[in-house]
């Protein structure tokens, strides 16, 4: 069934690169790209969803089908998961293979990682599992089956020097794409109206949970607001049906436009976001637009990664800033009347709004620059030479 049929081993180098989520199928594609443009003789396969598979990439799993997040929600999705796992495990012990590339997705990929090491395989991992946060014990065990780290936020780097693990601060791949932020507040609202995005997740389980939370809490701000529209992103990977569906019940209700194009596209018109926690909520803040953070995972995920978590804040700007810079509403706390009323009071106070903006854009120098996945690339293709 999964069967790879490979060039002539004297003719190309052969790597495999797993990314179990939509943003690490983005980040694995550029990476795929920027080292095709260094060097032709490469063959590509892996797990991935359809931006690594446009790059070239022989997809043997789609990302989509193994994306999930909470501890209790993995449950669902582990004869998906351990499937898939099968197939990386059974094509890593079968291909004569030169390079092991990882993108974030951690339970899964240091489980891979450990198998490779025993083949003698050798590893990049590309985006770290946040251990800084939690789970902090997992750093022996990286020591041990990754040959090389290359790390997107600046304090990675400190952290994996300081346990001697070989690693390298490439920088923050959205900076490769992120949009113009020299707009002001003004300049984003076009003809009077506020645009307000809403970015609920990619992934189903999320969608499920947050979707109708952010649809009842823009009915309340139609209600205080009359020159507001909403703009929701849809995520390629998440089930559209359920969201047409879901959002039908409140067409008549709220001024509300469905976007199902990237991320880019939504925080270039928006003003202001609400959005779930993950990667998206650090490219809001690159952008420079004002946002609330909300997260809704099941009751025994939450007990359980309170006492697993050793960072006051969940949001990447707010770890990244090291502080609070723009509110999280997080479980019981994430309701339509919370939300609504935070998102009101900053709404109303364009000076606020003007100060969240100018710290936001602040994070951008903190990650330096562009040019994360060429850097990625050229320690990919050092590997394998």
């Known amino acids: 069934m999964y069967k790879i049929m490979l060039p002539k081993y004297n003719q190309k180098k052969t790597i495999m690169i797993i990314a179990g989520e939509a943003s690490g199928d983005h980040h694995g594609a550029k990476l795929v790209n920027a080292m095709k443009m260094e060097k032709n003789n490469l063959f590509f396969y892996g797990i991935g969803g359809n931006a690594m598979k446009k790059e070239g990439v022989k997809i043997l799993v789609d990302a989509a089908e193994l994306a999930v997040v909470g501890i209790t ?7 998906t998961i351990f499937k898939a796992f099968s197939v990386a495990k059974r094509l890593l012990k079968s291909l004569k293979l030169d390079l092991l590339i990882l993108i974030d997705y951690p339970d899964f990929n240091l489980r891979i990682a450990a198998a490779a090491k025993k083949l003698r395989i050798p590893v990049l991992y590309y985006i ?51 949009i113009d932020s020299s707009r002001s507040s003004s300049e984003i609202k076009k003809s009077g109206q506020q645009i307000i995005g809403l970015l609920p997740g990619s992934r189903n389980s999320e969608i499920t949970k947050l979707l109708p939370v952010m649809l009842e809490t823009a009915v309340l701000l139609q209600k205080k607001f009359d020159d507001i529209k909403f703009i929701l992103s849809i995520a390629p990977t998440v089930d559209k049906q359920y969201i047409k569906k879901t959002v039908r019940n409140f067409n008549s209700i709220i001024n509300l436009e469905l976007n199902d194009g990237p991320v880019i596209n939504v925080l270039e018109q928006s003003c202001f976001v609400i959005t779930a926690s993950g990667t998206v909520t650090l490219e809001t803040g690159i952008s420079g637009t004002p946002m609330i953070i909300v ?14 978590i050793k960072v006051e804040n969940i949001g990447l700007v707010n770890l990244i800033a090291g502080k609070t810079l723009v509110p999280e509403l997080i479980q019981n706390e994430a309701s339509p009347q919370n939300i609504a009323a935070t998102a009101g009071r900053i709404l109303d106070d364009p000076l606020l709004m003007e100060n969240i903006r100018n710290e936001l854009l602040k994070i951008k120098n903190i990650l330096g620059g562009p040019g994360a996945s060429l850097e990625v690339a050229k320690i990919a293709l050092n590997m394998l030479s």
Do not use: N
């Open 73 to 79: 929600e993995v449950f669902a999705k582990l004869p």
């Open 128 to 178: 770290s599992p946040q251990i800084w946060a939690w789970r902090q014990g997992r750093v022996k065990k990286i020591g041990k089956i990754i040959d090389h780290m290359a790390v997107i936020l600046p304090f990675e780097e400190i952290f994996y020097k300081k346990h001697g693990i070989p690693v390298t601060f490439v920088g923050h791949p959205l900076l490769d794409s992120s």
């Open 295 to 308: 997260y809704k995972i099941s009751p025994v995920s939450f007990m359980l990664g309170k006492l697993m």
